[in-house]
DNA sequence: AGCATCTATATGCATATAACATATAGAGGA
DNA sequence: TCCTCTATATGTTATATGCATATAGATGCT
């Protein structure tokens, strides 16, 4: 299963915070997915909303971002014909792909020492246990 | 001065990763400069790089937003004549402003969640040391 | 006076992204 | 036949972003 262990499915509304959507974010979360092991687009999906990502997942977001990551030579997919159900793309991650895995995770530590400042900050100076209203 | 005592001027290039762009943040960040005190658009540009936003801002995004910001009732402003230089705008925050702040905060800490999640995995997957690269 | 520079605000435009809807299609069941 | 589930894919529209550029007062230099 999935092994975000440390992911309670946060509930929230991004009401009151237009365009802050992050949801490029999506890539490496699916890069490290497929780490983990191949995987077809429907599956990515189900793996996405398991992992604390917002509730439905638009498919279009999925398999366009599959398309451009295969485009930039991060995974690599072959049909997987027969069986049952229709036919479907077995995604595989590249050295690439695992490179580039890397480079996300430093970018991703970097935004969230941002976000980071910005809520030390924010507590510092209202000092409220907003944390706890989950 | 800025309060950031904890944000070290993060270097760092996102090269592979197009689209993470989180630009959107500046938002919550000038409310809560603006929460400090009240303060033009310019001395906000000023501000905000020395609270580890990447290197150059671009004053349009400052204005825009500043402009959006006014638009939604966050904030509001007057005309700054006089004294030497050319006129500007004295930007206020509204306590609406200050509802906003606790808005972005919830939102701000779901978004990190997420990238800490998804760092969390990454370290269980890689164990490497990578944070002293830098 | 003419000119560059700094402060300060603002807009234009091409492209990238996001949100949402919709299309296509095989397989299985009522 | 019709509906649903699995599975992939595209179109449309609105918004966001990156980068360049416009405007303009004040100041200092030659």
Redesign the interface.
Known sequence: MC??H??HH?H?S?????????E??I???ML?LL??RPAHGYELMERLQR???SGNIDPGVVYRNLRKMEEEGWIRSEWESGESGPARRRYTLTPEGEE???????????????????????E???RND??K?D
Not at 100 to 122: C, N, P, S, T
């Open positions: 092994k975000c440390n992911v946060f929230h991004k009401e009151g915070c237009p365009g802050f959507r992050m490029k974010f890539q490496p979360c490290l780490y983990e992992c604390g990502f580039a895995i890397h480079g996300w995770a430093v970018h991703v530590r970097y935004q969230m020492e941002r976000l980071k400042a910005f809520l030390d900050k924010y510092e100076f209202f907003e944390g209203e």
